[in-house]
């Protein structure tokens, strides 16, 4: 019980992340792969935040006295989510535009009769 | 030096040609006999070529002409290589080799002359003569090599030689198997029966020679004369131990021909295909088990 | 000496400055591309000499390496840098006949932030921000596929960036990780302590980001996309896709298994995958009717010899697996734009249908002749020189491993040759003999100039491969050599 | 004089023809001839002499090399004027074809590259100037469109199949020797182990053999010299063929050193021997497959590999006698079968492309000149006495006789027997026989066609007779290569095993000659008549109704043709087609399905993880 | 039989070579073709006299005409005669081709050989017997050694008026005159 709790929130991560590829290994519909690219995109930005986080920090602002260093949360992972989120939406923004045209051409979203480009 | 090689050279050549001729007529009158008919004069072939000579005659070109001499001088140039006794004019110049290779301008050069023809009959002659000649070439090649890798030279000046100093070459077994078949195939060489499938003049009017009149029969008549003194002289030099002095050689090689004579008067004509199986077969085994028996058994020399 | 980080700024810049060059002039907007790139060759030209000697390194914002984001301008990055400014610049020149769209700035800022992300990736000293050049340079290539917007090119668009985006998220969690044990994200800084680490906790990060980037890169069997996108994307930027794009992929993997991990025990894992790559890549092109993706497989070939022999280790043979890189780029690049622009006249791309063209476009078919000779190695073109290096270095380990894997190459190469020459008979002895009277249709001058200028480098260096052998030594020493990196950013 | 000059002659030649082309067709002919005479003139005043330079030093850290001596003076020399008489020929060959800047660059090119792969004095040029001539021969022997473009693609597969081979043999004696330069690398190999020296022996053999159509390699061969232009089959047949042979003789008598090569191995499985035997199959082979063909080029090319395996068991026999055979054959076969090529050529040109041997005939009345090249060729081939072939298959005979090798001679004899079968019907079916009523009209061949004609009719006769002028610069080179010279004169060769003398054979020959053309020319006249005044059973012979040189050695095609399929060429063409399956199977990973996709990125993944748990790489 | 004369052969070689060497060309024209095959093998021998049958008609200088002569064979009698080299002899053999014989009324033989090639001897009779080869030959020889034997001469004085006799009953002949007017003693074309 202590290691679920000690490590929850990566456990929560890889769960997300191992979902999200499991959509996209197993559904054949477009829109629910970009979810499940969406759902990876979100467990990793957990992941990140997490490897940061301590049980209890604080905001890293030096300014402000009377915070200790070994209290303050990492402020890089932060940073790394913001750009990651950024990324995260260019992609899906990008996917679901290709998703619209893909639907046009083919009539369909199912990725197993999207099957021109072979071979 | 010079003077004795020119009269040894004219000598020779006079000489092939009346024991050809002589053994054209021969072979008529002894066929003769064994049909039992009274058969033509032994002259006759010479009647023939004087007739032929007074003839006129018909050319279709240059070649046709040209082919003619060229085949009769490959004949005769093959004389000057062969010894005769001990005559040999040209004994130094590439021996066995040189005789191979002379010997095959003899077809060639019929093979051109009749070419130019344009005769269908002369076609289909050129193309059994050529093909018959691959036929016994190749138990002919073995035959020779087995000689030559025998007494390990190509000179028949040696071959003979070293008969002299060891007896003929019928005596080794490696060399009795390769004359037998030298014997098998010398009606092929020579284009008689059953090996007449060249001129076969009831099927295609004696082939390459159907347009040959007047002198061009002539000339090839006596080269067919040149030609059955080679072939037979050949063997006797191979495989009889040659001859101390030309008389000796002469009957040497009247026995030969008149024991194949009779061999071969009784047949009737292979096929072409017949033909080359059948050289390809007997004498071409025979030559290659000489060949295999010389290899195991090292040289005698 | 001219800050390498003018390199990036400037295509980024002006990629979003397109737009506003619209309201000025509708035309001078396909110049922008050509200008910006010429000016990132130029800068590369001239900070090559600096860089042989010690290579440059820029901290941003004044911030020193450890912490703060830095560029490091090594050989390896400024000849990759040349690469993309000089593929990308004549590529640009191409575009200005072949682009023929009524709203084509989406093309050159596309263009532009590709080009960018593919420099950054090369110049970037940090991790982090190499995976988000990285990403820049992907997004870019997902929708410039896409750009024409016909049911092949979406297809493919799809399908890449599905792939695509799948690798991105293994690029990241193996950053995270990294990042977790290290508390660092400078690739130097990572690079003097990977050892101080359990195995275990190096190797999955490891793992990660060779998968990631090997997406991008190629590598059996993850290049599925690429024989879609290559032959349904415009074919000029096939050939950036082809001539640059994977090539920085490469450039992510070898940096990190050189550099970052010093991995070099997982060498002999991806000789194995190089020639497994190649001989796939070349099977699979061995019986292709159309033109693009038969070039396309070819690259997939080419790559996994560059991967073969970037993992011999020596440095002879990373010194032949650059050579092979640029040999690549520069035959690629000009395979796909004059086999483009034949297309674009055939209206097909099915090799049949240039039957003739050697008539009717010889200038445009002599390239392609080249550029095909090139890639399968014959002398005196440049493809040559590499294959040479690349067996030479194989056959110098003196291991019968090596001769095996090299008699394979030559399999691949046999192969290789077959369907090229076949394309190159097709071009110039197939179909009706010419009549006098037919026309001729020599492409114009803007296709012409680039295909020719990479017909003289081919050919020039192909005779004379001491041109750039010099940076392609120093460069290879660059990543065998770790301590000196770490220790010229982290003094 | 530089021997880089040459290099630059050739080289910039070949393109200074083509650009001349677009100026004036005039100049770009005599330019096209006058550079491939210039440099066999330039070659011709190197007889003799011996220099070494280097004329280029930018290529990675190999200095380029270029030598001469008389070893390759006599290769280099022979290829330049085999050269320039094929371009003499092409001036009107090539005329009604089109693309005629493109043919003659393309020809110089291939001349130039041979001239330099000859000089090339390391491995490493060798293999550069190898690779030039490759690609240049493939662009030329597609030329003739229609089947010359499958000739072409399987000419540069099997190509490229040999030079990477030798690629790797030269990169591996490289990185055991630290050189690859010939004077330095000759007798390194003393030392190797004899497994390493196989390894160098059977990559470089895979090249040259392929170059050289030894017997499975060959099967590029018949198809490209019967679907290239005429005269490039001559230059193909003469002499590009022959830079394999000079591969051969530099691979084992200048680099391996032949007291090396006759140690390696033993009995019957030595390197010698199983060269030689291989020789005598590519001889025996190839004459019974020509005999059967039906295409006047397609008989030659067969007839180029037999000739070829003659060459090769000369050379890899390796006594002194059998080494001058086969490069005094390679010498006569240059000569005789660029000749050959260049009849069926001039016929080719003149009847509009007809090869079909079944559908030509009597063009002796017409075309005489060619008739007599024609003619002279054959005699050459087959080796007629006082004809070059002669006294090079004399030679080799002899030697094989004498060391007691009956069977190797056997198939050298048996395939001069042969190949008398298929030349004569080669010259039958083309000259002799009936004239079609449709060739009725037909020209004699141009000028630019009889002159190299006679010109080569006339050297086969003259190095018939006097074969001493070629042998005695084999002699000088098989002194260089540590063989005994053999004692020659002007008129032939003199040794205790048997001595042939051309001057006996000549005036015996000659004076019978005479002779009996006296006689002849002494009797009767005879009357000209024509081919309709034929005997035929008391009819005229019909004029067009049929055509007997049809399926001349019918009986022996119908005997020998089930046992002579190309079944070499049969296997490399399902390996060709197994390949392709392969491929064809292989593309199918690639689904089309992105979840699939998505799942090998996963494997990938996995993999990666299950090999390092398993074996610990890192 | 004067073939063992020595002083003859060296007077005149060619005549006596002419009479001991007669190639025969017998062609199947009609029924008395019956009667060579015993005259030329054991029973008779005619090749005591030199006369032996040849394939081709250019090798030959005897022409037997066995029996009835049609209209049809007579097309190819004419053809192998004009392709003999000279001097060449004909003898017509049987009754048929002297007078029509048995078919003296039929619409398709011909009466008289002798209007369309000449003749040079004849053998009466239906059949006449192998001797009377034997006879018709020694008869030829006479008539060789007389100079009488030249029917080839006379073809070449009268060439016009054979081939006009020949066309008559032919019609139109596929090969060119052998002879382009009656020439008397002019050779024709030579090149050899």
């Given at each position: 019980?202590n290691f679920?709790?000690?490590?929850?929130?990566?456990?929560?991560?890889f769960?997300l992340?191992?979902?999200g590829?499991f959509?996209?290994?197993?559904k054949?519909?477009?829109?629910?792969v970009?979810?499940?690219?969406?759902?990876?995109?979100?467990?990793i930005?957990?992941?990140?935040?997490?490897?940061?986080y301590?049980r209890?920090g604080t905001?890293?602002?030096?300014?402000?006295?009377?915070?200790?260093?070994?209290n303050?949360?990492d402020p890089?992972?932060q940073?790394?989510?913001?750009?990651?989120?950024?990324?995260g939406v260019?992609v899906?923004?990008?996917?679901?535009?290709?998703a619209?045209?893909?639907?046009k051409?083919?009539?369909?979203?199912?990725?197993?009769k999207?099957?021109?480009?072979?071979? | 030096?010079?003077?004795?090689?020119?009269?040894?050279i004219?000598f020779?050549i006079?000489l092939?040609?009346?024991?050809g001729?002589?053994?054209?007529?021969l072979?008529?009158?002894?066929?003769?006999?064994?049909?039992?008919?009274y058969?033509p004069?032994?002259?006759q072939p010479l009647?023939d070529?004087?007739?032929l000579f007074?003839?006129t005659?018909m050319s279709?070109?240059?070649l046709f002409?040209f082919?003619?001499?060229?085949?009769?001088?490959?004949?005769?140039?093959?004389?000057?290589f062969l010894?005769f006794?001990?005559i040999?004019p040209l004994?130094?110049s590439g021996g066995?080799?040189?005789?191979?290779?002379l010997?095959?301008?003899?077809?060639l050069?019929?093979?051109l002359s009749g070419?130019?023809a344009?005769?269908?009959y002369t076609?289909?002659?050129?193309?059994?003569?050529?093909?018959?000649?691959f036929?016994?070439?190749l138990p002919?090649?073995l035959?020779?090599?087995?000689?030559?890798?025998?007494y390990?030279?190509?000179?028949i000046?040696?071959?003979v030689?070293?008969?002299?100093q060891a007896g003929?070459?019928f005596q080794?077994l490696?060399l009795?198997?390769p004359?037998?078949?030298?014997?098998l195939?010398?009606?092929?060489?020579?284009?008689?029966r059953?090996?007449?499938?060249?001129?076969a003049?009831?099927?295609?009017?004696?082939g390459p020679?159907a347009?040959?009149?007047?002198?061009?029969l002539a000339l090839t008549?006596?080269?067919?004369?040149f030609?059955?003194?080679i072939s037979?002289?050949?063997?006797?030099?191979l495989?009889?131990?040659?001859a101390?002095?030309?008389?000796y050689?002469?009957?040497?090689i009247l026995?030969?021909?008149?024991i194949f004579l009779?061999?071969?008067a009784v047949f009737p004509?292979?096929?072409?295909?017949?033909a080359?199986?059948?050289?390809?077969?007997?004498?071409?085994?025979?030559?290659?088990?000489?060949?295999i028996?010389?290899l195991?058994?090292?040289?005698?020399? | 000496?001219?800050?390498p980080?003018l390199?990036?700024?400037?295509?980024?810049?002006?990629a979003f400055?397109?737009?506003?060059?619209r309201f000025i002039?509708?035309k001078i907007?396909?110049?922008?591309?050509?200008?910006a790139?010429?000016a990132n060759?130029?800068i590369?030209?001239?900070l090559?000499?600096?860089?042989?000697?010690?290579?440059i390194?820029?901290?941003?914002?004044?911030?020193?390496p450890p912490?703060?984001i830095n560029?490091?301008?090594?050989p390896?990055?400024?000849?990759?840098?040349m690469?993309?400014?000089?593929v990308?610049?004549?590529?640009?020149i191409?575009?200005?006949a072949?682009?023929k769209?009524?709203?084509?700035e989406k093309?050159?800022?596309?263009?532009?932030?590709?080009l960018?992300?593919a420099?950054g990736?090369?110049?970037t000293?940090?991790?982090f921000n190499?995976?988000?050049?990285?990403?820049?340079?992907?997004?870019?290539s997902y929708?410039?596929v896409a750009?024409?917007?016909d049911?092949p090119?979406?297809?493919s668009?799809?399908k890449y960036?599905?792939?695509?985006?799948?690798g991105?998220?293994?690029v990241?969690?193996?950053?995270?990780?990294?990042?977790?044990q290290f508390?660092?994200?400078?690739?130097?800084?990572?690079?003097?302590?990977i050892h101080?680490?359990?195995?275990?906790?190096?190797f999955?990060?490891?793992?990660?980001?060779?998968?990631?980037?090997?997406?991008e890169?190629?590598i059996?069997?993850?290049n599925a996309?690429l024989?879609?996108?290559?032959?349904?994307?415009?074919?000029?930027?096939?050939a950036?896709?082809s001539?640059i794009a994977?090539e920085?992929?490469l450039?992510?993997i070898?940096?990190?298994?050189?550099t970052?991990?010093g991995?070099?025990?997982?060498?002999?894992?991806l000789?194995?995958?190089?020639?497994i790559?190649l001989?796939?890549?070349?099977?699979?092109?061995?019986n292709?009717?159309?033109?693009k993706?038969?070039?396309?497989?070819s690259?997939?070939g080419?790559?996994g010899?560059?991967?073969?022999?970037l993992s011999?280790?020596?440095?002879s043979?990373i010194?032949g697996?650059?050579?092979?890189?640029?040999?690549?780029?520069l035959s690629?690049a000009l395979?796909?734009?004059?086999?483009?622009?034949?297309?674009f006249r055939s209206?097909?791309?099915n090799i049949s249908?240039f039957?003739?063209m050697?008539?009717?476009?010889?200038?445009t078919?002599?390239?392609?002749?080249?550029?095909?000779f090139s890639i399968?190695?014959?002398?005196p073109?440049?493809?040559?020189p590499?294959k040479?290096?690349?067996?030479?270095?194989?056959?110098?380990?003196?291991?019968?491993?090596?001769t095996?894997?090299v008699f394979l190459?030559?399999l691949?190469?046999?192969?290789?040759?077959?369907?090229?020459?076949?394309?190159?008979?097709?071009?110039?002895?197939?179909?009706?003999?010419?009549?006098?009277?037919?026309?001729?249709?020599?492409?114009?001058?803007?296709v012409l100039?680039p295909?020719f200028?990479?017909?003289g480098?081919?050919v020039?260096i192909?005779?004379?491969?001491?041109?750039?052998?010099?940076?392609?030594?120093?460069?290879?020493s660059e990543l065998?050599?770790?301590?000196?990196?770490?220790k010229?950013i982290?003094? | 004089?530089?021997l880089s000059i040459?290099?630059?002659?050739?080289?910039g030649?070949?393109l200074?023809?083509y650009?001349s082309?677009k100026?004036?067709?005039?100049?770009?002919?005599?330019?096209a001839v006058l550079?491939s005479?210039?440099?066999?003139v330039?070659?011709?005043f190197?007889?003799?002499?011996?220099?070494?330079?280097?004329?280029?030093?930018?290529f990675l850290?190999?200095?380029l090399?270029l030598?001469i001596?008389?070893?390759?003076w006599f290769f280099a020399?022979?290829?330049?004027?085999?050269?320039?008489?094929s371009i003499?020929?092409?001036l009107?060959y090539?005329?009604?074809?089109?693309?005629?800047d493109?043919y003659y660059?393309?020809m110089l090119?291939?001349i130039?590259?041979?001239i330099g792969?000859?000089?090339s004095g390391?491995?490493v040029?060798?293999?550069?100037f190898?690779?030039?001539?490759s690609?240049s021969?493939?662009?030329?022997?597609?030329y003739?469109?229609?089947?010359?473009?499958?000739?072409?693609?399987?000419?540069?597969i099997?190509?490229v199949?040999?030079?990477v081979?030798?690629?790797v043999g030269?990169?591996s004696l490289?990185?055991?020797?630290?050189t690859?330069?010939?004077?330095?690398?000759?007798g390194?190999?003393y030392?190797a182990s004899?497994?390493y020296?196989?390894f160098?022996?059977?990559?470089?053999?895979?090249?040259?053999?392929i170059?050289?159509?030894i017997w499975?390699?060959?099967?590029?061969?018949?198809?490209?010299?019967s679907?290239a232009?005429?005269?490039f089959s001559?230059?193909?047949?003469?002499?590009?063929?022959?830079?394999?042979?000079?591969?051969?003789?530099?691979?084992?008598?200048?680099?391996?050193?032949?007291n090396?090569?006759l140690?390696?191995g033993?009995g019957i499985v030595?390197?010698?021997?199983?060269i030689?035997?291989?020789g005598?199959i590519?001889?025996l082979?190839?004459?019974f497959i020509?005999l059967?063909?039906?295409?006047?080029?397609r008989l030659?090319?067969w007839?180029t590999?037999?000739?070829a395996?003659?060459i090769i068991?000369g050379?890899?026999?390796?006594?002194s006698?059998?080494?001058a055979?086969?490069?005094?054959?390679?010498f006569?076969?240059?000569i005789?079968k660029a000749?050959?090529?260049?009849?069926v050529?001039a016929?080719e040109?003149?009847t509009?492309?007809v090869?079909?041997l079944?559908?030509?005939?009597?063009?002796?009345k017409k075309?005489?000149?060619?008739?007599v090249?024609g003619?002279?060729?054959?005699?050459?081939?087959?080796?007629?006495?006082?004809?070059?072939?002669f006294?090079?298959?004399?030679?080799?005979?002899?030697?094989l006789?004498?060391?007691n090798?009956?069977f190797?001679?056997?198939?050298?004899?048996?395939?001069?027997?042969?190949?008398i079968?298929?030349?004569y019907?080669?010259l039958?079916?083309m000259f002799?026989?009936?004239l079609?009523?449709k060739?009725?009209k037909?020209e004699r061949?141009?000028?630019?066609m009889?002159l190299?004609?006679?010109?080569l009719?006339?050297?086969?006769?003259?190095f018939g007779?006097?074969p001493?002028?070629?042998l005695?610069?084999?002699?000088?080179?098989?002194?260089?290569?540590g063989?005994?010279?053999?004692?020659?004169?002007?008129?032939?060769?003199?040794?205790?095993?048997?001595?042939i003398n051309?001057?006996?054979?000549?005036?015996?020959v000659?004076?019978?000659?005479?002779?009996?053309?006296l006689?002849?020319k002494?009797s009767k006249k005879s009357a000209?008549?024509g081919q309709?005044?034929?005997?035929?059973?008391?009819t005229t012979v019909?004029?067009?109704?049929?055509h007997?040189?049809?399926?001349?050695?019918?009986?022996?095609?119908?005997m020998?043709s089930p046992?002579?399929r190309d079944?070499?060429?049969?296997?490399?063409m399902?390996?060709?087609r197994s390949?392709?399956?392969?491929?064809?199977g292989i593309?199918r990973?690639y689904?089309?399905d992105v979840?699939y996709?998505?799942?090998?990125?996963m494997l990938f993944?996995?993999?990666?993880?299950?090999?390092?748990i398993?074996?610990?790489?890192? | 039989?004067?073939r063992?004369?020595?002083?003859?052969?060296?007077?005149?070689?060619?005549?006596?070579?002419q009479?001991?060497?007669?190639?025969?060309?017998y062609f199947?024209?009609?029924?008395?073709?019956?009667?060579?095959p015993?005259s030329?093998?054991?029973?008779?021998?005619?090749e005591r006299?030199?006369?032996?049958p040849?394939?081709?008609?250019?090798?030959a200088?005897l022409?037997?005409?066995?029996?009835y002569?049609?209209?049809?064979t007579?097309?190819y009698?004419?053809?192998s005669?004009?392709q003999m080299p000279?001097p060449?002899f004909?003898?017509?053999?049987g009754?048929?081709p002297?007078?029509?014989?048995m078919?003296?009324?039929?619409?398709?033989t011909i009466k008289?050989?002798d209007?369309y090639?000449?003749?040079d001897g004849?053998?009466a009779?239906c059949?006449?017997?192998p001797?009377?080869v034997f006879?018709?030959?020694?008869?030829?020889?006479?008539?060789?050694?007389k100079?009488?034997?030249?029917?080839?001469?006379?073809y070449?004085?009268?060439y016009?008026?054979?081939?006009e006799?020949?066309?008559?009953?032919?019609?139109?002949?596929?090969?060119p005159?052998l002879f382009s007017?009656?020439?008397k003693?002019?050779?024709?074309r030579?090149i050899?």
């Amino acid at each position: 019980m202590n290691f679920l709790s000690e490590y929850i929130y990566y456990i929560g991560a890889f769960s997300l992340i191992f979902i999200g590829l499991f959509i996209v290994l197993a559904k054949k519909n477009l829109i629910k792969v970009i979810i499940g690219l969406s759902i990876v995109d979100t467990g990793i930005n957990l992941f990140l935040i997490t490897l940061g986080y301590i049980r209890g920090g604080t905001a890293p602002v030096f300014s402000k006295p009377g915070l200790k260093a070994e209290n303050m949360v990492d402020p890089v992972p932060q940073a790394l989510v913001l750009t990651a989120i950024v990324i995260g939406v260019a992609v899906l923004a990008l996917a679901l535009t290709l998703a619209i045209k893909l639907y046009k051409h083919y009539g369909t979203l199912n990725l197993r009769k999207i099957k021109e480009q072979k071979w | 030096m010079v003077m004795t090689t020119i009269l040894e050279i004219i000598f020779i050549i006079l000489l092939a040609g009346i024991i050809g001729l002589f053994f054209l007529g021969l072979s008529r009158k002894i066929m003769a006999r064994i049909h039992w008919r009274y058969g033509p004069p032994i002259t006759q072939p010479l009647i023939d070529i004087i007739k032929l000579f007074n003839q006129t005659s018909m050319s279709h070109g240059f070649l046709f002409n040209f082919g003619i001499i060229f085949s009769l001088a490959g004949s005769v140039v093959v004389l000057l290589f062969l010894p005769f006794g001990r005559i040999c004019p040209l004994s130094d110049s590439g021996g066995l080799l040189v005789i191979l290779y002379l010997m095959l301008i003899a077809p060639l050069g019929l093979a051109l002359s009749g070419g130019e023809a344009a005769n269908p009959y002369t076609s289909i002659g050129i193309s059994r003569k050529l093909l018959l000649a691959f036929g016994y070439e190749l138990p002919l090649l073995l035959i020779l090599l087995t000689v030559m890798t025998h007494y390990n030279t190509i000179s028949i000046v040696e071959i003979v030689n070293k008969q002299f100093q060891a007896g003929w070459s019928f005596q080794h077994l490696s060399l009795l198997l390769p004359g037998i078949a030298y014997i098998l195939i010398l009606p092929a060489i020579l284009g008689f029966r059953p090996f007449e499938l060249i001129q076969a003049p009831q099927e295609i009017s004696s082939g390459p020679m159907a347009e040959y009149s007047g002198k061009f029969l002539a000339l090839t008549t006596i080269q067919h004369a040149f030609n059955i003194f080679i072939s037979i002289s050949l063997f006797t030099n191979l495989f009889l131990g040659g001859a101390a002095n030309p008389g000796y050689f002469f009957l040497k090689i009247l026995a030969v021909f008149v024991i194949f004579l009779f061999a071969n008067a009784v047949f009737p004509r292979f096929r072409i295909e017949q033909a080359i199986k059948y050289l390809w077969r007997w004498p071409s085994i025979l030559a290659f088990a000489g060949l295999i028996i010389v290899l195991i058994t090292g040289k005698n020399f | 000496m001219v800050n390498p980080i003018l390199l990036i700024v400037i295509p980024l810049g002006l990629a979003f400055v397109v737009p506003l060059f619209r309201f000025i002039s509708k035309k001078i907007e396909k110049f922008i591309p050509f200008f910006a790139l010429l000016a990132n060759l130029i800068i590369s030209l001239t900070l090559f000499p600096h860089v042989l000697e010690k290579p440059i390194h820029v901290s941003i914002g004044g911030f020193l390496p450890p912490l703060g984001i830095n560029l490091v301008a090594g050989p390896l990055g400024i000849l990759f840098a040349m690469l993309i400014a000089l593929v990308g610049f004549l590529v640009s020149i191409y575009a200005f006949a072949y682009i023929k769209e009524k709203d084509q700035e989406k093309y050159h800022i596309l263009y532009l932030l590709l080009l960018t992300g593919a420099t950054g990736v090369v110049l970037t000293g940090d991790i982090f921000n190499l995976f988000v050049f990285f990403e820049i340079l992907c997004i870019s290539s997902y929708s410039l596929v896409a750009y024409f917007g016909d049911k092949p090119g979406i297809e493919s668009a799809v399908k890449y960036l599905i792939q695509g985006a799948v690798g991105s998220s293994l690029v990241l969690i193996g950053i995270g990780l990294l990042y977790g044990q290290f508390g660092t994200l400078n690739m130097a800084d990572i690079a003097s302590n990977i050892h101080s680490v359990h195995s275990i906790s190096v190797f999955i990060p490891l793992v990660l980001l060779i998968t990631g980037f090997g997406v991008e890169a190629a590598i059996f069997p993850l290049n599925a996309w690429l024989p879609d996108a290559h032959s349904s994307a415009p074919s000029s930027i096939s050939a950036i896709l082809s001539g640059i794009a994977i090539e920085v992929g490469l450039y992510a993997i070898v940096r990190v298994v050189f550099t970052l991990f010093g991995a070099s025990s997982i060498l002999t894992f991806l000789l194995f995958l190089g020639v497994i790559t190649l001989l796939i890549g070349e099977l699979c092109a061995f019986n292709q009717e159309n033109i693009k993706r038969m070039l396309a497989y070819s690259s997939i070939g080419q790559i996994g010899l560059i991967v073969f022999a970037l993992s011999i280790g020596s440095l002879s043979g990373i010194n032949g697996g650059l050579f092979q890189l640029v040999s690549h780029t520069l035959s690629k690049a000009l395979l796909f734009l004059a086999a483009g622009y034949m297309i674009f006249r055939s209206g097909s791309m099915n090799i049949s249908s240039f039957e003739g063209m050697g008539k009717k476009m010889p200038y445009t078919s002599f390239a392609f002749t080249i550029g095909a000779f090139s890639i399968v190695g014959l002398p005196p073109f440049i493809g040559f020189p590499g294959k040479f290096m690349i067996l030479k270095a194989a056959l110098f380990e003196q291991d019968i491993l090596f001769t095996i894997l090299v008699f394979l190459i030559l399999l691949a190469t046999i192969i290789e040759g077959a369907y090229f020459f076949r394309v190159v008979q097709t071009i110039y002895f197939k179909g009706e003999k010419s009549t006098p009277g037919q026309e001729r249709e020599i492409a114009p001058l803007s296709v012409l100039i680039p295909v020719f200028i990479f017909v003289g480098l081919i050919v020039v260096i192909g005779i004379y491969p001491k041109l750039i052998t010099e940076i392609l030594e120093s460069s290879a020493s660059e990543l065998l050599n770790r301590a000196d990196y770490i220790k010229n950013i982290l003094p | 004089m530089n021997l880089s000059i040459i290099l630059a002659i050739a080289f910039g030649g070949a393109l200074l023809t083509y650009f001349s082309g677009k100026i004036s067709k005039k100049a770009r002919d005599v330019l096209a001839v006058l550079i491939s005479l210039v440099i066999a003139v330039i070659l011709a005043f190197f007889y003799n002499t011996s220099s070494r330079e280097i004329f280029y030093t930018g290529f990675l850290d190999f200095p380029l090399i270029l030598r001469i001596d008389t070893f390759s003076w006599f290769f280099a020399f022979t290829i330049a004027v085999i050269g320039s008489f094929s371009i003499i020929f092409s001036l009107s060959y090539i005329r009604k074809k089109g693309n005629t800047d493109y043919y003659y660059t393309m020809m110089l090119l291939v001349i130039a590259s041979m001239i330099g792969i000859i000089l090339s004095g390391d491995l490493v040029s060798f293999y550069i100037f190898w690779e030039i001539m490759s690609w240049s021969t493939f662009l030329l022997i597609s030329y003739n469109r229609g089947p010359a473009i499958a000739a072409g693609i399987k000419y540069i597969i099997m190509s490229v199949t040999g030079s990477v081979a030798m690629l790797v043999g030269i990169i591996s004696l490289y990185s055991h020797y630290g050189t690859v330069i010939y004077t330095e690398l000759s007798g390194l190999l003393y030392n190797a182990s004899s497994g390493y020296t196989i390894f160098i022996f059977v990559l470089f053999f895979i090249a040259l053999g392929i170059k050289n159509a030894i017997w499975p390699l060959h099967v590029w061969l018949p198809p490209a010299h019967s679907e290239a232009p005429s005269p490039f089959s001559a230059v193909l047949s003469g002499t590009l063929i022959k830079i394999g042979t000079y591969g051969i003789i530099l691979l084992i008598y200048v680099i391996v050193k032949i007291n090396v090569f006759l140690n390696l191995g033993e009995g019957i499985v030595s390197a010698r021997y199983i060269i030689a035997v291989t020789g005598a199959i590519t001889i025996l082979i190839p004459t019974f497959i020509a005999l059967l063909q039906d295409d006047a080029k397609r008989l030659l090319a067969w007839s180029t590999i037999a000739q070829a395996g003659y060459i090769i068991l000369g050379i890899a026999y390796g006594t002194s006698e059998s080494v001058a055979s086969g490069m005094f054959h390679f010498f006569n076969h240059a000569i005789f079968k660029a000749l050959l090529f260049m009849v069926v050529g001039a016929v080719e040109y003149r009847t509009n492309g007809v090869r079909d041997l079944n559908s030509l005939g009597g063009l002796i009345k017409k075309m005489p000149v060619t008739f007599v090249g024609g003619l002279i060729g054959i005699c050459g081939l087959i080796g007629v006495p006082l004809t070059n072939g002669f006294v090079s298959k004399w030679l080799i005979y002899k030697t094989l006789i004498i060391n007691n090798s009956p069977f190797l001679a056997f198939a050298a004899l048996l395939g001069t027997w042969g190949t008398i079968l298929y030349s004569y019907k080669l010259l039958h079916n083309m000259f002799l026989g009936q004239l079609p009523e449709k060739y009725e009209k037909l020209e004699r061949a141009p000028f630019s066609m009889q002159l190299p004609i006679v010109i080569l009719s006339l050297a086969i006769i003259l190095f018939g007779i006097l074969p001493g002028l070629p042998l005695k610069v084999i002699n000088s080179i098989e002194s260089g290569f540590g063989l005994e010279p053999l004692t020659i004169n002007i008129w032939g060769i003199t040794s205790d095993t048997g001595t042939i003398n051309m001057l006996n054979l000549f005036v015996a020959v000659f004076l019978i000659g005479i002779m009996i053309w006296l006689i002849f020319k002494g009797s009767k006249k005879s009357a000209g008549i024509g081919q309709y005044d034929n005997y035929a059973a008391g009819t005229t012979v019909p004029k067009n109704k049929y055509h007997y040189s049809v399926d001349f050695y019918g009986p022996l095609h119908r005997m020998i043709s089930p046992y002579l399929r190309d079944f070499i060429d049969d296997f490399y063409m399902s390996l060709a087609r197994s390949i392709k399956n392969l491929g064809n199977g292989i593309r199918r990973i690639y689904t089309g399905d992105v979840g699939y996709y998505a799942i090998y990125i996963m494997l990938f993944l996995a993999l990666l993880i299950f090999i390092q748990i398993k074996w610990k790489l890192w | 039989m004067d073939r063992n004369n020595l002083g003859k052969w060296l007077k005149s070689p060619g005549k006596m070579g002419q009479k001991y060497s007669l190639h025969a060309l017998y062609f199947c024209t009609g029924c008395g073709i019956i009667e060579i095959p015993p005259s030329i093998t054991t029973r008779w021998d005619a090749e005591r006299f030199g006369v032996i049958p040849v394939a081709t008609p250019r090798q030959a200088n005897l022409f037997l005409i066995t029996g009835y002569v049609s209209v049809k064979t007579l097309r190819y009698i004419i053809r192998s005669y004009e392709q003999m080299p000279e001097p060449k002899f004909t003898v017509g053999f049987g009754s048929c081709p002297i007078n029509g014989g048995m078919y003296w009324d039929s619409y398709n033989t011909i009466k008289h050989l002798d209007k369309y090639i000449p003749v040079d001897g004849w053998i009466a009779g239906c059949m006449p017997r192998p001797e009377a080869v034997f006879v018709a030959v020694t008869h030829l020889w006479t008539l060789i050694d007389k100079g009488m034997a030249d029917g080839y001469n006379k073809y070449r004085a009268n060439y016009q008026y054979y081939r006009e006799n020949q066309e008559k009953i032919l019609g139109k002949l596929e090969w060119p005159p052998l002879f382009s007017k009656n020439i008397k003693h002019e050779e024709y074309r030579t090149i050899a």
